[in-house]
């Protein structure tokens, strides 16, 4: 499942964590000692009921068996999206994507473990978030080199908002002086 960077990228296709993940999860399970079988049953539970959805409103991430917990965030929520990557993670070509919000909260609102194309999947995040889909308005400076009539009526504007400013100016101090 492991792409090139020139290959076009669609969030849609991500559902489910990688592969790489189980290992990742039975190689914790394996540090916590004794405490092995259980801890691999919790993590085998996450990892099978784990499900990812992206779709132009927002990203949906549940998970659980006994007790199914379902997150539900739009992109305009979105405040920051951090990458993080352990040794162990870097290794198997994974990262943990931790996406916050302005909740308050001092842990992250939703935590995308399990991709490989981490740094694609965060780019895309952050177009979402900063509204560059389409619907949008695009950003002036590019509307501004789409059309050249435009430019030149906001240099317009430009210099009247200028030329008012410098006579408002001028008059003040003449007026101080004055006083």
Same mark, same amino acid.
């Given at each position: 499942?492991? %792409?090139?960077?020139? /290959?076009? +990228?669609?969030? %849609?296709?991500? =559902?489910?964590?990688?592969?790489?993940?189980?290992? @990742?999860?039975?190689?914790?399970?394996?540090?916590?000692?004794? $405490? +092995?079988?259980?801890?691999?049953?919790?993590?085998?539970?996450?990892?099978?009921?784990?499900? +990812?959805? +992206?779709?132009?409103?927002?990203? %949906?991430?549940?998970?659980?068996?006994?007790? !199914? #917990?379902?997150? @539900?965030?739009?992109?305009? !929520?979105?405040?920051?999206?951090?990458?993080?990557?352990?040794?162990?993670?870097?290794?198997?070509?994974?990262?943990?994507?931790? *996406?916050?919000?302005?909740?308050?909260?001092?842990?992250? /609102?939703?935590?995308?473990?399990? *991709?490989?194309?981490?740094?694609?999947?965060?780019?895309?995040?952050?177009?979402? $978030?900063?509204?560059?889909?389409?619907?949008?308005?695009?950003?002036?400076?590019?509307?501004?080199?789409?059309?050249?009539?435009?430019?030149?009526? =906001?240099?317009?504007?430009? %210099?009247?908002?200028?030329?008012?400013?410098?006579? #408002?100016?001028?008059?003040? #101090?003449?007026? /101080?002086?004055?006083?």
């Amino acid at each position: 499942m492991n %792409t090139t960077q020139n /290959e076009p +990228f669609d969030v %849609t296709k991500i =559902v489910r964590p990688d592969p790489a993940l189980m290992r @990742y999860y039975v190689l914790c399970a394996l540090a916590t000692g004794p $405490m +092995f079988p259980v801890t691999l049953g919790i993590l085998l539970c996450r990892y099978y009921t784990l499900r +990812f959805r +992206f779709d132009d409103a927002g990203i %949906t991430l549940c998970w659980g068996v006994l007790f !199914r #917990r379902e997150t @539900y965030l739009t992109y305009k !929520r979105i405040q920051d999206i951090h990458l993080n990557r352990n040794l162990v993670e870097r290794w198997l070509g994974l990262a943990t994507l931790s *996406v916050e919000t302005a909740s308050g909260s001092s842990t992250p /609102e939703m935590k995308i473990e399990g *991709v490989l194309q981490a740094d694609r999947l965060r780019d895309y995040l952050y177009s979402q $978030m900063r509204g560059t889909r389409s619907g949008t308005p695009e950003p002036i400076e590019a509307r501004l080199a789409n059309d050249p009539e435009k430019h030149d009526e =906001v240099l317009e504007l430009l %210099t009247s908002i200028r030329d008012q400013l410098s006579t #408002r100016l001028a008059s003040d #101090r003449s007026n /101080e002086g004055s006083a």
